[in-house]
């Protein structure tokens, strides 16, 4: 092996999930400035601007392709040598009544939170498993444990997120491979626009609330972090030796999950009810 390669395989390398925008691209650039090796993945890798180079490279990954996933992590095992760190990031919010909901999009909201996630973590375990190290870490979200008007299969997704990891993380300490939840608020990215759907809404009894939750969410103030903050805590949770496993992100996100761990659910949902008049 020439030193260029020892070099290169010397680095800890970070595989994300849905890497083109928002906090994915921010993880990116900022564990590349870090000195690691970055495989950042997404759907299409050709339209986006991150630039390529001996540390970083893009990967064509639709975490709903079973094929494309198992493709890119031999790739990227080749590229790289090894996966130190799987940030599970690939996701978007599907919102409105339950009852507007088609089959189609329930479906594709877990195929793309939850199962994506799953497929991913059960191609990248083996590697980890013959290092007997390892991180994996989940973007979930404070709506993993709290709740808003119009976000059921949202709230599921992510509900289901927190529920898979913490029992993933007593199988595999043993082994030597944590698991960590990064849990932001709100983000100031593209949620709101190009990875959000609303669903078609016909039924005029839920307009009330439909209005007023579009007028929060186009607030400034509903978004108080940047991408940027929240890959500084992904670096954090990646390089921690600590047991912690959940790691909000935010001033918003930190004050609904303190008043639920000091006065439980009762008083979020009073919060909640407050906030939409409801």
């Not at 680095?11 to 906090?23: C, D, E, F, N």
């Not at 709290?146 to 043993?174: D, Q, R, W």
């Not at 991408?227 to 930190?254: C, E, H, Q």
Request: charged share 25%.
């Amino acid at each position: 092996m020439d030193n260029t390669k020892k070099s290169k395989f010397s680095k800890k390398t970070i595989l994300i999930t849905g890497a083109s925008t928002g906090i994915g691209k921010s993880t990116a650039e900022y564990f590349q400035n870090k000195g690691w090796n970055v495989a950042a993945s997404m759907r299409n890798p050709q339209k986006n601007d991150l630039k390529e180079s001996k540390s970083l490279k893009k990967y064509k990954i639709d975490v709903t392709n079973k094929k494309q996933i198992n493709d890119a992590v031999k790739k990227v095992i080749k590229d790289f040598g090894r996966v130190d760190v799987l940030l599970n990031n690939a996701g978007y919010g599907a919102f409105g009544p339950v009852e507007c909901a088609t089959d189609e999009q329930i479906r594709r909201q877990f195929d793309v939170n939850v199962f994506g996630l799953i497929d991913m973590t059960k191609v990248v375990l083996p590697y980890m498993r013959k290092n007997k190290s390892g991180v994996i870490i989940n973007i979930s979200s404070v709506a993993g444990q709290v709740t808003m008007p119009l976000g059921s299969l949202y709230h599921g997704t992510k509900f289901c997120v927190e529920g898979i990891s913490e029992a993933m993380n007593y199988e595999l300490n043993p082994l030597g491979i944590k698991v960590k939840l990064v849990e932001p608020g709100g983000v100031k990215t593209d949620f709101a626009g190009r990875s959000l759907v609303m669903f078609e809404n016909e039924i005029r009894d839920y307009d009330p609330i439909i209005n007023k939750m579009m007028k929060l969410m186009h607030k400034n103030d509903v978004w108080p972090s940047l991408p940027l903050d929240v890959a500084k805590v992904i670096y954090k949770a990646s390089s921690t030796n600590s047991k912690k496993m959940r790691f909000p992100v935010g001033s918003d996100a930190k004050l609904m999950l303190t008043v639920k761990r000091l006065f439980g659910p009762k008083a979020v949902n009073w919060l909640i009810k407050k906030m939409f008049k409801i």
